[in-house]
């Protein structure tokens, strides 16, 4: 009877337990396959369940990160969360739903994710006879800092080193050097180094004088993330590379002539209300130092006038057949009659110009032309070989750095260059360094650069030139003036 109670009672707790254990057996821990992709400073989810649904409240649940060192990112036994040795970048970061224990949902709460919480996660439950884990794939995207445009340095080839720098992404993101019309400009290699909190990334390129407003933006793009700045380089800045020669350019120099603004295009009101405020700050801040490099500007302006003014003349014997000098080879303009004159070969035969009788083959030079009455000019230097026999494109190519108001306002470039200056030009001043390949064209009254030819290279002696243009029914009668440069 003893022993038949006894084999019944072993009969019954082996059942129990054969029990217990099929049922343990068809637990399964699940969660998502695909990897989860989480924002930097917001919450996630990790998901994990058992299924089919079960109670966990009474079982182990370890959330850890694999082949870490200091792993543990959450633990829960004996019915309490138990966190003592919880991995530091995780103190305080943790959380389960509570109440969803008892339905077998063990998913951890994870506070402001970091860059660093990118990579592996397993979810461990442990029961008696049982246990089973899953993995978790976390990508953690970071949009970084706003980026930084910073000028670095001139460049010895006449243009200015900018470095965009932007912190804090994940992945890292492209970064685009942009004309004004959002064309790339050639840019070294993007430098790509790691951080904890993400990738910091940064670009140079080096930017020459385009225009009298030179626009650049640096663009940083993270798939649908876009994130830009922009940089304004007013043309002095270039041009003061030019007077800097010899002189370390650092500091508060530096910063000569520029509007540094940074422009985002991001979505939070918040944001956007504190990036107006910062651009309010940057424009003060600009107009602070566009007033000092002003009168910086200014300054070396009337220095370089004093230093380097020279007496030109008119060279008659270069005068083309129509245009007319005065006796002192001071004035010209065009009578625009045919006078019969020699056709020797210095003498200009197809456009109405006249050469100065000064030449440069080294060094600076500087005068002035008073333009005022006149709806047509060209002025400029031209090369001695320049062909004065027969029609030419009127650009560097030809032997010509001119600019000239045909129309409207130009710099004629290879293409000519159309420009739109504030005031209309009374007086012109001719600047000329040789050695750097230099032809700059100031509006004198209100010393603004109109344009500067940066860059040349000069083979021959180089010779001031002028042109009144035309002179249709009276209507550009008025004299180019070569006016004595003042010496204040
Ligand atoms: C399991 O889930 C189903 C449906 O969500 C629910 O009806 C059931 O009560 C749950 N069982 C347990 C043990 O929580
Ligand atoms: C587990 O709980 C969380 C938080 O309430 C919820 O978002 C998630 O959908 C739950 N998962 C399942 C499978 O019920």
């Given at each position: 009877?003893?022993?038949?109670?006894?084999?019944?009672?072993?009969?019954?707790?082996?059942?129990?337990?054969?029990?217990?254990?099929?049922?343990?057996?068809?637990?399964?821990?699940?969660?998502?396959?695909?990897?989860?992709?989480?924002?930097?400073?917001?919450?996630?989810?990790?998901?994990?369940?058992?299924?089919?649904?079960?109670?966990?409240?009474?079982?182990?649940?370890?959330?850890?990160?694999?082949?870490?060192?200091?792993s543990?990112?959450?633990?829960?036994?004996?019915?309490?969360?138990?966190?003592?040795?919880?991995?530091?970048?995780?103190?305080?970061?943790?959380?389960?739903?509570k109440?969803?224990?008892?339905?077998?949902?063990?998913?951890?709460?994870?506070?402001?994710?970091?860059?660093?919480?990118?990579?592996?996660?397993?979810?461990?439950?442990?029961?008696?006879?049982?246990?089973?884990?899953?993995?978790?794939?976390?990508?953690?995207?970071?949009?970084?800092?706003?980026?930084?445009?910073?000028?670095e340095?001139?460049?010895n080839?006449?243009?200015?080193?900018?470095?965009?720098?932007?912190?804090?992404?994940?992945?890292?993101?492209?970064?685009?050097?942009?004309?004004?019309?959002?064309?790339?400009?050639?840019?070294?290699?993007?430098?790509?180094?790691?951080?904890?909190?993400?990738?910091?990334?940064?670009?140079?390129?080096?930017?020459?004088?385009?225009?009298?407003?030179?626009?650049?933006?640096?663009?940083?793009?993270?798939?649908?993330?876009?994130?830009?700045?922009e940089?304004?380089?007013?043309?002095?800045?270039?041009?003061?590379?030019?007077?800097?020669?010899?002189?370390?350019?650092?500091?508060?120099?530096?910063?000569?002539g520029?509007?540094?603004?940074?422009?985002?295009?991001?979505?939070?009101?918040?944001?956007?209300?504190?990036?107006?405020?910062?651009?309010?700050?940057?424009?003060?801040?600009?107009?602070?130092?566009?007033?000092?490099?002003?009168?910086?500007?200014?300054e070396?302006?009337?220095?370089?006038?004093?230093?380097?003014?020279?007496?030109?003349?008119?060279?008659?014997?270069?005068?083309?057949?129509?245009?007319?000098?005065?006796?002192?080879?001071?004035?010209?303009?065009?009578?625009?009659?045919?006078?019969?004159?020699?056709?020797?070969?210095?003498?200009?035969?197809?456009?109405?110009?006249?050469?100065?009788?000064?030449s440069?083959?080294?060094?600076?030079?500087?005068?002035?032309?008073?333009?005022?009455?006149?709806?047509w000019?060209?002025?400029?230097v031209?090369?001695?070989?320049?062909?004065?026999?027969?029609?030419?494109?009127l650009?560097?190519?030809?032997?010509?750095?001119?600019?000239?108001?045909?129309?409207?306002?130009?710099?004629?470039?290879?293409?000519?260059?159309?420009l739109?200056?504030r005031?209309?030009?009374?007086k012109?001043?001719?600047?000329?360094?040789?050695?750097?390949?230099?032809?700059?064209?100031?509006?004198?009254?209100?010393?603004?650069?109109?344009?500067?030819?940066?860059?040349?290279?000069?083979?021959?002696k180089?010779?001031?030139?002028?042109?009144?243009?035309?002179?249709?029914?009276?209507?550009?009668?008025?004299?180019?003036?070569?006016?004595?440069?003042?010496?204040?």
């Amino acid at each position: 009877m003893i022993n038949f109670l006894l084999g019944m009672f072993l009969y019954v707790t082996l059942l129990i337990f054969r029990f217990m254990e099929s049922q343990s057996e068809n637990l399964k821990v699940t969660g998502p396959d695909a990897p989860l992709v989480a924002v930097a400073g917001e919450d996630l989810v990790l998901p994990c369940f058992i299924k089919p649904n079960t109670s966990a409240v009474d079982m182990t649940v370890e959330w850890f990160r694999p082949y870490v060192k200091d792993s543990l990112v959450h633990l829960y036994k004996d019915h309490e969360d138990r966190n003592e040795n919880q991995a530091q970048a995780y103190r305080g970061r943790t959380s389960f739903f509570k109440e969803e224990l008892q339905k077998g949902n063990i998913s951890l709460r994870l506070s402001a994710v970091q860059v660093s919480d990118e990579g592996l996660f397993k979810c461990l439950v442990e029961d008696y006879s049982w246990y089973d884990d899953i993995t978790l794939h976390i990508i953690v995207e970071a949009r970084g800092s706003h980026p930084v445009i910073t000028m670095e340095s001139y460049d010895n080839t006449g243009g200015i080193n900018l470095v965009c720098e932007s912190r804090g992404w994940n992945p890292q993101p492209e970064v685009l050097w942009l004309d004004r019309e959002g064309a790339p400009l050639p840019a070294e290699d993007t430098q790509i180094k790691r951080h904890i909190e993400g990738f910091t990334v940064k670009r140079r390129t080096t930017v020459y004088d385009y225009s009298d407003s030179n626009r650049f933006y640096c663009r940083l793009l993270q798939k649908h993330h876009l994130m830009e700045a922009e940089i304004i380089i007013d043309s002095k800045a270039f041009d003061t590379w030019k007077w800097a020669v010899g002189i370390t350019v650092a500091g508060g120099f530096m910063a000569a002539g520029l509007i540094v603004a940074a422009v985002f295009c991001d979505d939070k009101e918040k944001k956007r209300q504190k990036i107006e405020n910062e651009l309010q700050q940057e424009k003060q801040n600009t107009a602070i130092l566009r007033q000092s490099v002003n009168n910086t500007y200014k300054e070396k302006f009337i220095k370089k006038k004093k230093k380097f003014a020279v007496d030109v003349t008119l060279d008659p014997n270069t005068a083309h057949p129509i245009i007319n000098l005065s006796n002192d080879g001071k004035q010209v303009t065009c009578k625009c009659q045919w006078k019969s004159l020699p056709d020797t070969p210095q003498r200009f035969s197809v456009y109405p110009f006249v050469l100065g009788k000064q030449s440069v083959s080294s060094g600076r030079f500087y005068y002035e032309v008073q333009v005022s009455g006149k709806t047509w000019w060209i002025l400029g230097v031209a090369g001695e070989s320049i062909n004065r026999k027969e029609v030419i494109t009127l650009s560097p190519q030809d032997g010509l750095w001119s600019v000239g108001l045909v129309n409207q306002y130009r710099a004629h470039a290879d293409p000519h260059i159309p420009l739109t200056l504030r005031d209309k030009v009374e007086k012109v001043g001719v600047f000329l360094d040789y050695d750097v390949g230099l032809v700059s064209f100031y509006d004198v009254e209100s010393i603004t650069l109109i344009y500067s030819f940066t860059n040349q290279s000069f083979t021959e002696k180089l010779y001031p030139i002028f042109s009144p243009w035309y002179n249709i029914q009276g209507t550009n009668s008025a004299p180019m003036i070569i006016t004595p440069v003042l010496k204040t």
